[in-house]
């Protein structure tokens, strides 16, 4: 009886630590992460984004779902940040919804300054290999049917092998990467949609999906969209509502 009194406390002071500290799934607070967007409506933050020039930030489509009008950037405490306006979204014009791909949308700021960071994005397409360790952060739930944070936290995740994911994922997408969630206790949650997954420092995907809305990880594998290949897609939106100097591309997928 006694033994079966301290296994409870034992499992419930690991379920509340558990609630308080992992907010992105088994992750712990960011410290250098200064390109990363939280993306807000009038009723605050529903996705994650991140910056690729000094007022173009990249997100989920799905996220265009939430209304998004403006982010809040500039600092891991969302409390902090600086707010603005988002002036125009692009949603790539195939994107139908997360599970069947080109779940990407990019974001002209309503204003700039130039003094945020900034992360690079692939390129070219990056080789990633089973088991990399790679990065993924965001201001999501703590658990299915948490709450959203307030202050950014990341984990680690491992590239998981395409068709082991695709043995998991029968209708993958073609244009995704998978890491994080599948036989691990890390990962993403709601919230963290549309962040960076970093690998060799570069933003090479975007968070997409997962289970069924599932965080209680191990579950199939974390879904992201694959940034090298929308490369072009990204270069003819800067090009045409920037003035950037980029390479010219016959690509023309831009849906208002």
Request: net charge neutral.
């Amino acid at each position: 009886m006694v033994a079966r009194y301290f296994l409870l406390l034992f499992v419930l002071s690991v379920y509340v630590s558990g609630a308080d500290s992992s907010r992105i799934i088994g992750g712990r607070n960011a410290s250098s992460m200064r390109y990363m967007v939280s993306v807000q409506n009038n009723g605050g933050h529903v996705c994650g984004g991140f910056l690729i020039t000094n007022n173009f930030v990249v997100t989920a489509a799905h996220c265009y779902d939430d209304h998004p009008t403006h982010v809040v950037l500039g600092n891991h405490n969302l409390k902090n940040g600086q707010m603005v306006a988002i002036k125009k979204k692009f949603v790539h014009n195939s994107y139908e919804s997360p599970e069947t791909g080109d779940d990407i949308m990019l974001l002209k700021l309503a204003t700039t300054n130039g003094l945020h960071d900034v992360i690079q994005l692939p390129h070219a397409e990056i080789d990633l290999t089973a088991n990399e360790v790679c990065q993924v952060a965001g201001w999501g739930k703590t658990m299915s049917g948490g709450k959203y944070v307030g202050e950014l936290r990341v984990v680690d995740v491992s590239v998981i092998n395409p068709q082991v994911c695709k043995n998991q994922w029968p209708q993958l997408p073609s244009s995704v990467i998978c890491a994080g969630g599948y036989g691990t206790n890390k990962g993403f949650c709601q919230g963290d949609s549309g962040g960076p997954l970093v690998c060799k420092g570069f933003a090479v995907g975007i968070v997409s999906f997962n289970h069924n809305r599932n965080c209680n990880y191990p579950d199939k594998p974390n879904v992201y969209t694959d940034i090298s290949k929308y490369l072009q897609w990204i270069d003819m939106i800067l090009q045409n509502h920037q003035g950037l100097t980029v390479k010219p591309h016959m690509f023309c997928c831009l849906h208002y």
